[in-house]
């Protein structure tokens, strides 16, 4: 038998290439993530023997578990990209070398103080709740750029752009609104030429949206289910968490 993942890459990569052209934009400058999430170490494997080295883990204890191929194959790049509670910290900035889910600034205090005592730097992208739903973690939209101004006093967070999640079981219209949100934000914060403040990076679009989110200037696309596989844990395992509870 061959390689599934592959072979499911393959496809990825093609419609990344044909939503690229239809937008006039170059495929090298979007990058393909593989989200983890409960994806079993094998299925990991064949990604990367098929030449993937983007990952994504939304889950700090999973991190931990996939730790040992991470090391194995050391061309490969970790991101986080979950809800991050502060008391999971310490462990995730062993492994990552950028988080996408920095939603507040208690988080990214907690974030500097750790970075600080081990004399590192981080590089992070502000989570935007774009689509207004309560089950979801993000920054509203309006508070975007005061949190940037925060974030931006901390000397050890290098914020490289901004993350969203389209809305959930959505039309590709209410979809793309997400997406040119996300956009127009990452204008505004730019034009304020805030230090360690880059605004390079969109981070939008899963594997039921990605198309739409290439065609509204996404950079980084996070797909798990059309390459690994449909999941045995539901979205609202990883996504949809109780938004209300935040540490």
Same mark, same amino acid.
């Given at each position: 038998?061959? !390689?599934? +993942?592959?072979?499911?890459?393959?496809?990825?990569?093609?419609?990344?290439?044909?939503?690229?052209?239809?937008?006039?934009? %170059?495929?090298?400058?979007?990058?393909? &993530?593989?989200?983890?999430?409960?994806?079993?170490?094998?299925?990991?494997?064949?990604?990367?023997?098929?030449?993937?080295?983007?990952? *994504?883990?939304?889950?700090?204890?999973? &991190?931990? #578990?996939?730790?040992?191929?991470?090391?194995?194959?050391?061309?490969?790049?970790? =991101?986080?990209?979950?809800?991050?509670?502060?008391?999971?910290?310490?462990? +995730?900035? %062993?492994?990552?070398?950028?988080?996408?889910?920095?939603? @507040?600034?208690?988080? #990214?205090? +907690?974030? =500097? !103080?750790?970075?600080?005592?081990?004399?590192?730097?981080?590089?992070?992208?502000?989570?935007?709740?774009?689509?207004?739903?309560?089950?979801?973690?993000?920054?509203?939209?309006?508070?975007?750029?005061?949190?940037?101004?925060?974030?931006?006093?901390?000397?050890?967070?290098?914020?490289?752009?901004?993350?969203?999640?389209?809305?959930?079981?959505?039309?590709?219209?209410?979809? @793309? =609104?997400?997406?040119?949100?996300? %956009?127009?934000?990452?204008?505004?914060? @730019?034009?304020?030429?805030?230090?360690?403040?880059?605004?390079?990076? &969109?981070?939008? *679009?899963?594997? #039921?949206?990605?198309?739409?989110?290439?065609?509204?200037?996404?950079?980084?696309?996070?797909? *798990?289910?059309?390459?690994?596989?449909?999941?045995?844990?539901?979205?609202?395992?990883?996504?949809?968490?109780?938004?209300?509870?935040?540490?």
């Amino acid at each position: 038998m061959g !390689n599934p +993942v592959e072979e499911n890459l393959k496809t990825v990569k093609q419609q990344m290439k044909l939503a690229c052209r239809a937008s006039g934009r %170059k495929i090298e400058d979007v990058q393909l &993530l593989l989200a983890t999430k409960t994806v079993p170490l094998e299925k990991l494997q064949m990604a990367m023997q098929a030449g993937a080295a983007l990952f *994504g883990e939304n889950k700090a204890q999973e &991190l931990r #578990g996939k730790f040992p191929l991470m090391q194995q194959y050391n061309q490969v790049e970790w =991101h986080f990209i979950g809800h991050l509670q502060t008391n999971k910290v310490k462990d +995730v900035i %062993k492994y990552v070398t950028l988080i996408h889910s920095v939603d @507040r600034l208690k988080l #990214g205090q +907690v974030l =500097h !103080n750790q970075l600080v005592k081990e004399n590192k730097t981080m590089d992070i992208l502000i989570q935007i709740n774009t689509s207004y739903e309560e089950s979801k973690f993000g920054a509203p939209p309006e508070s975007a750029l005061e949190l940037a101004e925060q974030l931006s006093q901390f000397e050890t967070l290098n914020v490289k752009g901004l993350m969203t999640i389209g809305k959930l079981n959505a039309t590709n219209d209410e979809t @793309r =609104h997400c997406f040119r949100l996300l %956009k127009r934000i990452q204008t505004e914060i @730019r034009e304020k030429k805030l230090p360690r403040v880059e605004m390079d990076i &969109l981070s939008m *679009g899963m594997s #039921g949206d990605f198309k739409v989110a290439i065609e509204e200037g996404a950079t980084i696309i996070r797909v *798990g289910t059309s390459v690994f596989g449909q999941r045995y844990l539901p979205d609202s395992y990883y996504w949809n968490e109780d938004a209300s509870q935040v540490d």
